[in-house]
């Protein structure tokens, strides 16, 4: 069992940075995918960034440049730094892990943390 637990969210301005946290605790190893999705009132989740084998990164291509995601393996941690921010990264940010355990994989999800950007 995964538990991922979330913070870091907030009230921030435009412009304005914010970094997520994400600590993950139970059977999770440096090789299993981490990431960040979010999802905005009335829209579908949709992906952030990702991080697969504690190495390659994936992002939406209306955050790059703007976003990084990085990962400590001891503290089983990953996180989610935003840079200049905009009024719509305004969303429910979740912490997602991958599990991959052949033949199997597990998808697990964070409870969300609320990022709202607004002057």
């Known amino acids: 069992q995964v538990q991922l637990v979330e913070s870091g969210g907030g009230l921030v301005q435009p412009g304005g940075s914010l970094r997520l946290s994400c600590a993950a605790s139970?059977?999770?190893?440096?090789?299993?995918?981490m990431g960040w999705y979010r999802q905005a009132p009335g829209k579908q989740r949709e992906l952030v960034a990702t991080?697969?084998?504690?190495?390659?990164?994936k992002y939406a291509d209306s955050v790059k440049g703007r976003f990084t995601i990085s990962r400590d393996n001891v503290k089983n941690t990953v996180y989610l730094q935003m840079n200049s921010l905009k009024p719509e990264d305004t969303a429910v940010y979740y912490c997602?892990?991958?599990?991959?355990?052949?033949?199997?994989?597990?998808?697990?999800w964070g409870q969300g943390t609320q990022v709202t950007v607004s002057s």
């Open positions: 139970g059977i999770i190893v440096s090789g299993d995918d």
């Open positions: 991080m697969s084998s504690g190495v390659s990164t």
């Open positions: 997602n892990a991958l599990l991959r355990r052949p033949p199997s994989s597990y998808n697990y």
